[in-house]
């Protein structure tokens, strides 16, 4: 309450007006709500000056590619961050090599560990040297990459249904990923979407964002008179017991 006094009104004016206009959007116009606000307020705080009136900007971005440059941190940091670095590194391989193994059998294919830790240490060496983020594997996505229909001469393709399986939580970290894929999945359709199956006997967890994900897309879906039913649910989730269809 002591700082109220030094709170500008240019700030929380500009914050709740792009809250308000990022909800509006989720809500009427869910097509890249975020990229929408984001590229409006550029354009107003170019216009306006936002920064003549107190609000931070990011100011200049240098474009191009990144250079290479050989990272150099003192040693006294190089000692503190080894062994949570190699901690690191024993967690994101195991959860890489059991991804690539376990999606590897299904086809009958064999996966070279060694070949995996050469290729993930090249990696993880390049973005060091280019200053961007570590690299590791995702089994989220290599599961929807394997979900492809062209995989599985078996798969069936029926009218104006679309199935989607998650085989994994639907979580905060995931939600909004998840969405955009059922989208796609959707849009990628060769025929009018009608019914939208959500295949969840994979899905351990569903945390409060997950939910509400959930819901948002049956309210999207919905509008596009496509009719979400949620397959094969955990019956110890009883948030959504006794609701299969939305």
């Not at 700082?3 to 509006?24: F, N, P, Q, R």
């Not at 990229?35 to 009136?53: M, P, R």
């Not at 949620?230 to 939305?246: F, N, P, S």
Request: glycine share 6%.
């Amino acid at each position: 309450m002591r700082e109220l006094g030094d709170v500008s009104g240019t700030i929380v004016a500009v914050s709740v007006a792009s809250l308000a206009a990022l909800l509006a959007l989720r809500r009427f116009l869910p097509v890249l709500p975020a990229l929408i606000v984001v590229v409006t307020a550029i354009a107003l705080s170019w216009a306006l000056d936002f920064a003549s009136h107190g609000v931070a900007i990011v100011g200049p971005v240098a474009g191009g590619l990144p250079r290479p440059k050989l990272p150099t941190p003192p040693l006294d940091d190089l000692l503190k961050l080894v062994p949570a670095a190699f901690g690191l590194f024993l967690v994101s391989f195991a959860d890489e090599i059991l991804t690539a193994r376990a999606f590897a059998g299904k086809r009958r294919e064999h996966v070279r560990a060694s070949q995996e830790l050469l290729t993930m240490a090249a990696a993880n060496v390049a973005a060091g040297f280019t200053q961007a983020f570590t690299v590791d594997a995702s089994g989220a996505r290599t599961a929807e990459a394997y979900r492809d229909v062209a995989l599985h001469p078996s798969a069936r393709v029926t009218p104006g249904v679309v199935v989607h399986r998650l085989d994994d939580r639907l979580f905060f970290a995931n939600a909004r990923y998840v969405k955009g894929r059922v989208q796609e999945a959707i849009r990628a359709a060769t025929t009018q979407t009608s019914w939208f199956v959500f295949d969840a006997e994979a899905v351990n967890h569903i945390d409060s964002t997950g939910m509400e994900a959930l819901f948002d897309l049956s309210h999207d879906l919905r509008r596009e008179q496509i009719t979400l039913v949620v397959a094969r649910l955990r019956a110890h989730d009883a948030r959504l017991r006794g609701r299969r269809t939305y």
